[in-house]
């Protein structure tokens, strides 16, 4: 019975994010605001989904993008935290909050995301009557990753680990090991009920274990980047 209302719970929400996602934006009053997280990684929040950032001397290296026409806005907020080149992208999932800004990024930047995301964003993809046609070429991630891999940059191991089914079919999270930092993207929302996708291969018991598997690695003392937050609340 438990399990049947949180069905009938993810399947409301679901309705409704549809509706949330067809709102009109106005992203000229969209102002991107920096926290120091721990040590060289930092969050941007802005509209869409928050953005981590490792910053050093190789460079920037960044996770989502929120949307194209916040794209020099966050340039802006980036140059502010280090002066160096824009290097990495790394891509939680697909949905248009987290990679609306790839096709700007992407012509400097190296896209890294799970090879589920890729394929989507090469593809048209609908929820309902809301169809998304294929983004362009320079959104696309050139580098894939299956289960796991790992990129050393600015002194960090940052690794990306896929947990299949949750959101949807392509969720990474992202561990910053020697800062002890973890963006969740959308497995973790803060304010709101989570969001299962289900046109995009999410799966509400999925989600619960991917979860509970990242909550078992979590080590003592981590601070968490989620990956959409209504409230300032964002630290465990």
Not at 1 to 9: N, Q, W, Y
Request: include cysteine.
């Amino acid at each position: 019975m438990k399990l049947t209302i949180l069905r009938v719970a993810f399947v409301g929400l679901f309705l409704l994010g549809a509706v949330w996602a067809t709102q009109e934006r106005d992203f000229s009053k969209v102002e991107i605001k920096a926290t120091n997280v721990r040590g060289n990684v930092y969050m941007l929040e802005g509209q869409g989904g928050n953005i981590g950032v490792c910053v050093g001397d190789d460079g920037i290296l960044i996770v989502d993008s929120q949307f194209a026409p916040l794209a020099e806005k966050i340039r802006a907020a980036l140059k502010q935290l280090n002066t160096g080149n824009l290097k990495f992208l790394l891509n939680t999932h697909w949905h248009g909050d987290h990679t609306g800004g790839n096709p700007i990024f992407g012509k400097e930047m190296t896209i890294i995301a799970h090879t589920n995301v890729r394929n989507r964003l090469m593809t048209e993809q609908r929820r309902g009557e809301r169809v998304t046609p294929p983004a362009p070429k320079e959104a696309w991630p050139v580098i894939t990753v299956e289960s796991t891999a790992t990129v050393h940059f600015n002194g960090e191991e940052i690794k990306i680990v896929h947990f299949p089914r949750g959101h949807t079919d392509g969720d990474c999270v992202i561990f910053f090991t020697k800062a002890n930092v973890v963006h969740m993207g959308d497995d973790f929302f803060v304010g709101r009920f989570p969001f299962v996708d289900l046109s995009s291969g999410g799966d509400v018991e999925g989600l619960t274990k991917n979860i509970a598997a990242v909550i078992a690695q979590l080590p003592a003392d981590v601070k968490i980047i989620p990956g959409t937050a209504r409230s300032p609340r964002w630290r465990i």
